[in-house]
């Protein structure tokens, strides 16, 4: 008998999903089931970690803890070798925490988990995985267990190009989107979200887990690149007919998608208890703020000279900073960071900063930072300067930027050597909020809302659904209001023995090569966190 379902949606935000749920706009309510679900269940708003970003997020709310333990900050990690930088993609071997697929299988628990991030290469589960962010030619050798494919090759319709990301089409597809390139990106994700709704049902059906765990991710696609038919100041201001057109294929995925959630929780059963959440909301960003731009003004690093060769082009083009390292202090490594790397000086001829240098480094650099005007006058456009120690407390704290910035507008960097500095854009588009969603409906859940979450409590109560204890480690905890008092009294709230630590067991599995890597990074750069 399945006891908890759980259906994450990215990037899902109440500012839309309010829309979705009523009817402001004469359109008729888009979301019936989850209507019901908001009626009649719990909500709240869920803050995600210091930075929003999809990694850190999805990372922090299976693990319970914040980024400074588990150790993921970004899509892409870097290594500094003095006098060249390196970059790669985060992958599930940077995980310095049990997840609590781990939790639950050790325990005797059966999962089934899709569709996470971070998730590949796969540890094996008692039940089956199947891990987000793998590209189709990888994915048979990236689920688990094994024979776990050839099951999923029998599903009515199944297409592994469809359910993983297609990034030889989705690389084709820029910021700047022509009409029928943004109509294009709202149809096409619809066969994807429906290959992941059919594998979801197919094994609630067949295995009946403890926990079901789905993740449909082109809530944060969409909003990426069609805010501007759902943010409500544009469409109360009026929408074009062509804007107009684009909305109703939108709100045509959102009727899709209610509709395989009211499935989804038909097929678990009249017990079950259904949580829904995303890893951050979502709003809108009016500006380019070329952040490395700023700081090789004010001196802080140098651009790398290029003699116009190819690979000097390709360098200019690359998605991370390309700087002269012998001469550069501190740094943006990639827009989907939003954060400064202060280098310190450690051994003697070191590029950097002496590290007795280091705090008044620092706060000089902090002060230049808010100094830097919003264009439209009388503020500054980076709204809060986050500190390391203060954010990323835990083991891995060291690997985290020394600052992340919080724009006006909450929007990501540039890292590119392009002018102005900071640029309007042509059309508003969507970023992160660090405000996503958290619901929950069924089997003693209270009727009732709080007005806000942390992203890791989410662990714990998928974590208690299970009747399990919670692990003394985790950074979270099961919100009172969350349940009924007699659920409560006949179901308390047990904190046990602390997470086990991580052993990575490759069963079969393998790594991402570089071009599937270069695909992955065509793809971020579509969507936004990465640049043209």
């Not at 990888?138 to 050839?150: R, S, W």
């Not at 501007?228 to 684009?246: F, M, N, T, W, Y």
């Not at 919670?470 to 969350?482: C, G, N, R, S």
Request: with cysteine; aromatic share 10%.
């Amino acid at each position: 008998m399945v006891k908890t379902l759980f259906i994450g949606m990215d990037g899902a935000t109440f500012t839309v999903l309010d829309q979705l749920t009523n009817d402001p706009y004469g359109e008729g309510v888009t979301m019936p089931f989850m209507r019901k679900v908001m009626n009649e269940g719990f909500h709240a708003k869920l803050r995600s970690t210091p930075h929003p970003l999809t990694p850190p997020a999805w990372t922090s709310l299976v693990t319970g803890r914040s980024p400074g333990h588990h150790g993921v900050y970004d899509f892409v990690r870097f290594e500094d070798r003095g006098n060249e930088m390196f970059f790669t993609l985060y992958d599930s071997r940077d995980i310095r925490k049990e997840t609590i697929w781990s939790i639950a299988s050790r325990q005797d628990r059966s999962v089934v988990s899709l569709n996470f991030p971070m998730m590949a290469p796969v540890n094996p589960v008692n039940g089956s995985l199947v891990p987000g962010f793998v590209s189709w030619k990888h994915l048979k050798m990236n689920v688990t267990p094994p024979e776990l494919y050839d099951r999923l090759k029998g599903i009515d319709g199944f297409n592994a190009k469809e359910l993983a990301w297609d990034f030889e089409r989705e690389a084709q597809i820029g910021e700047q989107m022509s009409q029928d390139e943004l109509e294009r990106w709202v149809t096409e994700h619809m066969p994807r979200e429906e290959q992941w709704f059919r594998i979801a049902e197919a094994l609630l059906k067949e295995d009946q887990p403890d926990i079901c765990a789905v993740m449909f991710d082109g809530t944060d696609k969409l909003q990426h690149q069609v805010w501007h038919v759902l943010d409500p100041q544009r469409i109360e201001a009026g929408l074009s007919d062509e804007d107009k057109r684009l909305r109703e294929m939108v709100l045509n995925y959102f009727r899709t998608l209610d509709s395989y959630v009211e499935r989804l929780v038909g097929l678990a059963g009249d017990d079950v208890q259904v949580f829904f959440a995303s890893d951050h909301g979502f709003t809108g960003s009016e500006y380019v703020f070329r952040v490395n731009r700023l700081l090789g003004e004010l001196g802080y690093l140098k651009w790398r000279k290029h003699e116009g060769s190819d690979a000097d082009k390709r360098r200019e083009d690359a998605n991370f900073a390309d700087l002269d390292w012998e001469h550069t202090k501190a740094f943006c490594p990639t827009p989907s960071s939003n954060g400064i790397v202060i280098r310190l000086a450690e051994n003697e001829g070191d590029p950097g900063v002496p590290i007795e240098e280091y705090y008044e480094f620092r706060q000089k650099l902090i002060d230049d930072l808010m100094a830097f005007e919003h264009p439209e006058g009388g503020r500054p456009f980076i709204r809060d300067i986050l500190l390391r120690e203060e954010v990323f407390p835990g083991i891995a704290r060291r690997e985290a930027p020394d600052l992340t910035l919080i724009l006006d507008d909450y929007g990501f960097v540039s890292v590119k050597d392009r002018a102005p500095t900071i640029i309007k854009r042509p059309v508003m588009i969507g970023t992160h909020h660090p405000d996503g969603i958290f619901l929950a409906y069924g089997n003693g859940v209270a009727n009732t809302s709080v007005d806000l979450m942390n992203i890791m409590d989410v662990a714990a109560i998928l974590v208690y659904s299970l009747g399990l204890d919670i692990p003394e480690d985790f950074e979270a905890k099961v919100p009172d209001e969350l349940f009924t008092e007699d659920y409560f009294r006949s179901n308390p709230v047990k904190i046990g023995d602390p997470t086990m630590a991580v052993q990575f067991n490759r069963q079969g599995t393998e790594g991402m090569s570089d071009h599937d890597k270069e695909k992955i990074f065509d793809q971020l750069r579509a969507l936004g966190y990465l640049e043209d």
